[in-house]
């Protein structure tokens, strides 16, 4: 079929109160160019899909792994929330609370899944004391 693939966005890590934002043309999205945040911080992550079946249902799952973790460890933290597409492209907000974790850097994984695909994306986020 000539319908685009499943396919993901860079993930745009942002904290609210950072003084930079951006307009994605739909929404607001906070930025935080440092992509560092303090303990107990919270922090924004917004990205695009797109190739979207509408009326598919979707699984998102983020999550942060210890920049040392090998493969075989579980996920320091791991979010999953399901939407149903309305439309072949979407825009998503999450905030992600860092509370549980220690002072490093941590390599953030999404994965979505619906409609028989799958699609990832990765980005590097720390927390600092």
């Known amino acids: 079929s000539s319908r685009a693939a499943l396919s993901v966005s860079d993930i745009v890590l942002g904290r609210e109160g950072s003084g ?3 307009q994605s043309g739909a929404t607001t999205v906070p930025l935080h160019p440092l992509t560092a945040y303090p303990k107990g911080g919270t922090a924004e992550v917004y990205y695009q899909l797109a190739g979207l079946k509408s009326g598919a249902r979707y699984a998102t ?3 942060l792994f210890g920049a040392e973790d090998d493969a075989k460890k579980p996920a320091r933290l791991s979010i999953d929330f ?3 597409a309305t439309d072949t492209r979407a825009e ?4 992600l609370g860092l509370q549980n974790l220690a002072p490093g850097r941590y390599r953030v994984r999404l994965t979505v899944r619906g409609g028989d695909e799958t699609a990832s994306a990765v980005a590097w986020l720390a927390v600092v004391k």
């Open 92 to 95: 998503v907000s999450r905030s």
């Open 20 to 22: 930079v934002r951006w």
């Open 82 to 84: 399901e939407t149903t």
């Open 61 to 63: 799952r983020l999550e």
